[in-house]
């Protein structure tokens, strides 16, 4: 899951771009044409007035599908964002603007019988309906600004001049008449222009990067999947740390049997950005590696650990391959032992004497990141214990509203220090390990299921059967963790723990509020009850006498995000929110005072 400054970041940008189909947008925009092109009628309330009109609303749509697709679509061939469907969807609301002012302008220049009424408001509405236009495109748009310009341009001038020909085509326009269109298009767009400068200064001021730059490379990823722009912003605004992955693996009689790998990374912050996806990259380049089951939980980290960009992810597993040395450590371990204190339930197991896996979890209440510090203080306690390492995992599998961080903290401190107590006055025995994968066909990334799948691996220790289930998800619905542990239960299996992975590559992709679902939510039970079971199920049937190995990696130099820089990311999204609200009551009503007053002049 996410730090809460990555979450508000997260629901601002999660319902981005939600348009209606292509068919919808032609209906209603057809429908919206013929209803402009009876603003002609007032001017001429005659059966000819009414024919005129559905002539005028026939080539309104005609003219305005031809401009977008041939004119913008020509200007506009090299932007990924702007395809043909939202293109003709910016033209539908922008042209509500013109043709509402049209019907304006008839209705007064039919009562007053003067054309300049009709020219002095429809040149108001050409000129909101084509700043309109311009700021979306320089918003959104990946054009130069200055190119955006023309595109902005031509569909309001063409629904324009289609109007003025069926409406006051007879009356004698002039010069002067057109002076007031390209005034009134000038004053707007040079009110756009400083309405984005002033939005631009927030971002600069916050982040060193303009919002507009920034609101950009969001909208790239959101709606096209391209990563570049915004990890190349999160690069700019990167520190640079060391990072720790540890690796429990088992080896059996014919090589590597599992591996669970525990990166210090967080996998975010989103979608295919940064370290989404990291849990299930390791994974694969794991399996290949060594041939073998892998299991990638959470470790101990948040959103400030996030790696800025996909070449930090390459930096990092490149590195893992090359450096990663497994050493022996023994083929015994202490059964698997569970402690509930304060709410805080930690699974213990120290495996060769040396080594204690802690699973840690506040379930059924919420669980979320968890800071580094307390991985510090949880090894801390390891080592006065007497152990040289132990390996804590964020089981991450229960939300159930808001989060503590600090108590959460203290009170799995405590429980961590009495599990180990516990742990370490047990006796050691050969253990037996089974493991298995499936990878569900009927959940993928919107029903929130990664790419990794569903991992099972099985210690026993003298008939004490303790299965560790990964789940590559982000987060778990509260209570299903025991409802899955409940069902293990009945198939032999005495304890053990349910995590996920909190892959990041299942937010943003589907409109929730939270931006994501959570295990459990949006799959069918019985059916992940059933994945969940085969794994645990075909990692029972292939147990063998083991070896155990263990090493702790230090990844040096990679970027990652940074607390600060988290901080300040999701607070320039909503200073610039603000700024744009504040920005706009102040800019709007002043220009069209302004332009009211030059075209009263004209």
Same mark, same amino acid.
Request: proline share 4%.
């Given at each position: 899951?996410?730090?809460?400054? =990555?979450?508000?970041?997260?629901?601002r940008?999660?319902?981005?771009?939600?348009?209606?189909?292509?068919?919808?947008?032609?209906?209603?925009?057809?429908?919206?044409?013929?209803?402009?092109?009876?603003?002609?009628?007032?001017l001429?309330?005659?059966?000819?007035?009414?024919?005129?009109?559905?002539?005028?609303?026939?080539?309104?749509?005609?003219?305005?599908?031809?401009?977008?697709?041939?004119?913008?679509?020509?200007l506009?061939?090299?932007?990924?964002? $702007?395809?043909?469907?939202?293109?003709?969807?910016?033209?539908?609301?922008?042209?509500?603007?013109?043709?509402? $002012?049209?019907?304006?302008?008839?209705?007064?220049?039919?009562?007053?019988?003067?054309?300049d009424?009709?020219v002095?408001?429809?040149?108001?509405?050409?000129?909101?309906?084509?700043?309109?236009r311009?700021?979306?495109?320089?918003?959104?748009?990946?054009?130069k600004?200055?190119?955006?310009?023309?595109?902005?341009?031509?569909?309001?001038?063409?629904?324009?001049?289609?109007?003025?020909?069926?409406?006051?085509?007879?009356?004698?326009?002039?010069?002067?008449?057109?002076?007031?269109?390209?005034?009134?298009?000038?004053?707007? $767009?040079?009110?756009?222009?400083?309405?984005?400068?002033?939005? !631009?200064?927030?971002?600069?001021?916050?982040v060193?990067v303009?919002?507009?730059?920034?609101?950009?490379?969001?909208?790239?990823?959101?709606? /096209?999947?391209?990563?570049?722009?915004?990890?190349?912003?999160f690069?700019?605004?990167?520190?640079? /740390?060391?990072?720790?992955?540890?690796?429990?693996?088992?080896?059996g009689?014919?090589?590597?049997?599992?591996?669970?790998?525990?990166?210090?990374? &967080?996998?975010?912050?989103?979608?295919?950005?940064?370290?989404?996806?990291?849990?299930?990259?390791?994974?694969?380049? #794991?399996? !290949?590696? #060594?041939?073998?089951?892998?299991?990638?939980p959470?470790?101990?980290?948040? &959103?400030?650990?996030?790696?800025?960009?996909?070449?930090?992810?390459?930096?990092?597993i490149?590195?893992?391959?090359?450096?990663?040395?497994?050493?022996?450590?023994?083929?015994?371990?202490?059964?698997?032992?569970?402690?509930?204190?304060?709410?805080?339930?930690?699974?213990?197991?120290?495996?060769?004497?040396?080594?204690?896996?802690?699973t840690?979890t506040?379930?059924?209440?919420?669980m979320? !990141?968890?800071?580094?510090?307390?991985e510090e203080?949880?090894?801390?306690?390891?080592?006065k214990?007497?152990?040289?390492?132990?390996?804590?995992?964020?089981? &991450?599998?229960?939300?159930?509203?808001?989060? !503590?961080?600090?108590?959460?903290?203290?009170?799995?401190?405590?429980?961590?220090?009495?599990?180990l107590?516990?742990?370490?006055?047990?006796?050691?025995?050969?253990?037996?390990?089974? =493991?298995? /994968?499936?990878?569900?066909?009927? #959940?993928?990334?919107k029903?929130?299921?990664?790419?990794?799948?569903?991992?099972?691996?099985?210690?026993?220790?003298?008939?004490?059967?303790?299965?560790?289930?990964?789940?590559?998800?982000?987060?778990?619905?509260?209570?299903?963790?025991?409802?899955?542990?409940?069902?293990?239960?009945?198939?032999?299996?005495?304890?053990?723990?349910?995590?996920?992975?909190?892959? &990041?590559?299942?937010?943003?992709?589907?409109?929730?509020?939270?931006?994501?679902?959570?295990?459990?939510?949006?799959?069918?039970?019985?059916?992940?009850?059933?994945?969940?079971?085969?794994?645990?199920?075909?990692?029972?049937?292939?147990?063998?006498?083991?070896?155990?190995?263990?090493?702790?990696?230090v990844?040096?130099?990679?970027?990652?995000?940074?607390?600060?820089?988290?901080?300040?990311?999701?607070?320039?999204?909503?200073?610039?929110?603000?700024?744009?609200?504040?920005?706009?009551?102040?800019?709007?009503?002043?220009?069209?005072?302004?332009?009211?007053?030059?075209?009263?002049?004209?």
């Amino acid at each position: 899951m996410a730090s809460e400054p =990555a979450n508000r970041v997260a629901r601002r940008y999660s319902s981005l771009f939600t348009l209606p189909s292509f068919r919808s947008i032609v209906s209603v925009f057809s429908v919206s044409c013929l209803l402009g092109g009876m603003s002609v009628i007032p001017l001429n309330p005659t059966v000819e007035g009414l024919i005129l009109g559905l002539l005028c609303g026939a080539v309104l749509l005609a003219s305005s599908l031809l401009v977008e697709h041939i004119c913008v679509g020509a200007l506009m061939r090299r932007d990924p964002i $702007f395809d043909f469907r939202r293109r003709l969807f910016l033209s539908l609301v922008s042209s509500w603007i013109l043709l509402a $002012f049209t019907a304006a302008a008839s209705l007064v220049a039919a009562l007053t019988r003067d054309v300049d009424v009709w020219v002095k408001l429809t040149s108001f509405g050409f000129a909101a309906s084509s700043s309109l236009r311009l700021l979306v495109l320089i918003s959104v748009s990946s054009l130069k600004r200055w190119r955006t310009l023309p595109p902005a341009l031509i569909q309001p001038a063409a629904l324009l001049l289609v109007l003025a020909a069926f409406s006051v085509g007879g009356y004698g326009l002039n010069v002067r008449h057109l002076l007031m269109a390209v005034t009134s298009v000038s004053v707007a $767009f040079l009110g756009t222009f400083l309405f984005t400068f002033s939005v !631009d200064r927030v971002g600069l001021k916050s982040v060193g990067v303009p919002s507009i730059k920034l609101f950009k490379a969001f909208i790239l990823n959101w709606i /096209k999947g391209i990563n570049g722009p915004i990890e190349s912003i999160f690069d700019s605004m990167s520190e640079v /740390k060391s990072v720790k992955v540890s690796v429990l693996g088992f080896k059996g009689s014919r090589g590597f049997k599992a591996l669970i790998v525990v990166p210090a990374i &967080h996998p975010g912050p989103f979608k295919n950005v940064g370290s989404s996806a990291i849990p299930s990259m390791i994974q694969r380049v #794991f399996e !290949d590696r #060594f041939g073998c089951v892998v299991s990638v939980p959470h470790g101990l980290s948040g &959103h400030e650990l996030d790696l800025t960009s996909q070449l930090e992810n390459r930096k990092v597993i490149e590195w893992l391959l090359e450096h990663v040395d497994l050493q022996p450590i023994g083929s015994v371990a202490t059964p698997f032992m569970q402690l509930r204190r304060n709410g805080a339930s930690v699974g213990c197991q120290i495996f060769g004497g040396r080594c204690a896996l802690l699973t840690l979890t506040l379930a059924p209440e919420t669980m979320e !990141d968890l800071p580094l510090e307390l991985e510090e203080a949880i090894q801390e306690e390891a080592r006065k214990a007497g152990l040289q390492s132990a390996v804590p995992i964020d089981a &991450h599998n229960s939300i159930n509203g808001d989060f !503590d961080v600090k108590r959460a903290s203290l009170i799995l401190e405590k429980a961590v220090k009495d599990a180990l107590s516990e742990a370490l006055r047990l006796e050691a025995y050969q253990i037996r390990v089974g =493991a298995a /994968k499936v990878i569900p066909t009927e #959940f993928g990334i919107k029903e929130g299921m990664g790419p990794g799948g569903i991992t099972a691996i099985v210690v026993d220790v003298k008939g004490d059967k303790a299965a560790y289930v990964t789940i590559d998800g982000n987060n778990m619905v509260s209570n299903l963790r025991d409802e899955i542990l409940s069902r293990l239960r009945r198939m032999g299996v005495d304890g053990g723990e349910v995590m996920t992975t909190d892959t &990041h590559i299942v937010n943003g992709v589907v409109m929730v509020d939270r931006g994501y679902y959570p295990v459990g939510e949006a799959m069918d039970r019985e059916r992940l009850f059933w994945y969940i079971e085969k794994a645990v199920r075909d990692a029972l049937g292939n147990m063998e006498p083991v070896s155990v190995l263990w090493c702790v990696e230090v990844v040096p130099e990679v970027r990652v995000i940074g607390e600060k820089q988290i901080e300040d990311f999701s607070l320039v999204i909503d200073a610039v929110f603000q700024r744009t609200k504040r920005t706009a009551a102040v800019i709007i009503p002043s220009f069209a005072a302004i332009l009211t007053a030059i075209l009263a002049l004209l």
